[in-house]
């Protein structure tokens, strides 16, 4: 198995630009997470998906984030506009259910850098 | 929400020596995970814990979960250059949010 792929890698992209973040959970996963790491904050949980259907969006920073699903073998984090303060590592997980004995698989993360 | 505290937030080894990890939760654990991390990359699944007293180990790497399910620890045994990293705990929530983690403990282990 490919195990869960971002892209991309690294993104540099002005201030006020859009910046769309991409996913591919692993095949048969039925969960999909957000997460972004800085060394202020640590790894936070942006939002998770089952089966496509977004279940707990509240760790979204602002109304500048938007994540979605449009099948279970992609999804896509848009930042519109971006800002500075948005410069983080971004990653991506999936796990085969929702269900709490389930163990997250990380992509390798894309890391943004706003300027 | 569920709040994990991790000690010591870093650590220098050298290699050969054992070293322990601790993660402490303000509240019941009810599901404990412990993942790698090496700079750059993403986080790589260890162990998950989820009864009270239980052991599990991979390798030279043994986390246990207290009886109590509010502290958890992470032991290496005869670390080696291969064991650097950050180490972080991560919990489910108990309205069956998914996971937080802690801060993570970086891990040096010098040759």
């Known amino acids: 198995d490919a195990g869960v792929i971002q892209s991309p890698r690294h993104e540099v992209t002005e201030m006020g630009q859009e910046v769309t973040l991409r996913c591919k959970p692993i095949?048969?996963?039925?969960?999909l997470f957000w997460y972004r790491q800085t060394m202020m904050r640590g790894l936070e949980l942006l939002i998770y998906?089952?089966?496509?259907?977004?279940?707990?969006d509240s760790g979204m920073p602002e109304d500048r984030f938007s994540a979605k699903m449009p099948n279970a073998s992609f999804s896509t984090l848009k930042i519109q506009p971006s800002e500075p303060r948005d410069s983080a590592v971004y990653f991506c997980?999936?796990?085969?259910?929702?269900?709490?004995?389930?163990?997250?698989?990380f992509g390798n993360g894309t890391r943004l850098t706003v300027t | 929400s569920q709040e994990l505290e991790q000690s010591p937030q870093s650590l220098i080894v050298q290699e050969g020596k054992n070293l322990t990890i601790n993660c402490t939760s303000s509240?019941?654990?009810?599901?404990l995970y412990w993942y790698k991390q090496k700079y750059g990359e993403g986080l790589i699944f260890l162990m998950m814990?989820?009864?009270?007293?239980e052991e599990k180990s991979h390798e030279k790497i043994t986390a246990k979960l207290d009886e109590k399910k509010q502290q958890s620890s992470l032991h290496i045994t005869a670390s080696q250059p291969s064991h650097a990293g950050i180490y972080l705990c991560?919990?489910?929530?108990?309205?069956?949010?998914?996971?937080?983690f802690g801060e993570g403990t970086q891990l040096t282990v010098n040759p």
């Open positions: 997980a999936s796990s085969k259910d929702r269900a709490l004995n389930s163990p997250l698989h």
């Open positions: 095949s048969g996963h039925n969960s």
């Open positions: 998906f089952n089966n496509n259907v977004p279940i707990d």
């Open positions: 509240k019941t654990l009810y599901g």
């Open positions: 814990l989820q009864k009270g007293g």
């Open positions: 991560g919990a489910d929530g108990t309205s069956g949010s998914r996971l937080t």
